[in-house]
DNA sequence: CTGGATCCGCATCGATACTG
DNA sequence: CAGTATCGATGCGGATCCAG
């Protein structure tokens, strides 16, 4: 085992996980990623994420764009309109993110029923 | 809607983060994949995660093993010896948990360098 | 329409002590 | 050695109000 292995306290996996797993990170890169304009605006992703509040989509996208893997588009002053969409760096996360999906949507099922949680 | 439970249930991928998101899950599983011998015991995976309690890696392990990604076999009962390992569950969720990993390595440094966390 | 500020409940995690 | 039980601190996420 040699340093900068995956098991210090900066292993970049937990790093990850410690962002893409807060509750709505994942849903907001999915839905940024599969929007056909390939742009969102806020109240348009807070539509399609039931449950959200705005303080939560307002924090959660305000994380990834500081983290460089969304963009922010403001479009005027009064109305604001505000337009998200995904950066290069966070279009190269949705290729991983995918196939993690893709286990989930195949697994999932598998893990509840071991779980005893079908029902 | 007042609870966790509001949003869409048919999105797995929030609720497999939810499982690998645990702190030390990442850890564990990575850990177990490439242990060679296939299986480790409670103490060999404690030494070689620093900073986990007994009790979190208790409860994550209890975890992976009721969603049947993680074998338990016990030897003996005096003293104990258990040791985990990965089920065919598990070892799929691997392959898109390592192509994360890789994302990680790879992109992780960029995103701190966004977040303002380095020069 | 967007999103910041504040208060608060609750789950998670950690430290410690105890059991077999 | 492996695992449980308890208590307490911390931080996330949610409701609400306020501002531009």
Redesign the pocket.
């Given at each position: 085992m040699t340093r900068g292995d995956l098991f210090d306290p900066a292993c970049p996996t937990r790093q990850l996980l410690d962002r893409i797993?807060?509750?709505?990170t994942s849903m907001v890169i999915k839905l940024l990623a599969e929007a056909d304009p390939a742009e969102l605006?806020?109240?348009?992703l807070?539509r399609r994420m039931p449950?959200?509040?705005?303080?939560?989509?307002?924090?959660?996208?305000?994380a990834l764009t500081e983290d460089g893997l969304v963009t922010?588009r403001?479009e005027g002053a009064?109305?604001?309109?505000?337009h998200?969409g995904l950066t290069g760096l966070g279009r190269s996360l949705e290729v991983p993110l995918a196939a993690l999906r893709e286990w989930a949507e195949a697994h999932m099922a598998e893990i509840d029923a071991a779980a005893g949680r079908v029902g």
């Open positions: 797993g807060s509750k709505w605006r806020f109240s348009e807070q449950g959200v509040s705005q303080k939560m989509l307002s924090v959660t996208l305000r922010r403001v009064v109305p604001p309109r505000v998200y």
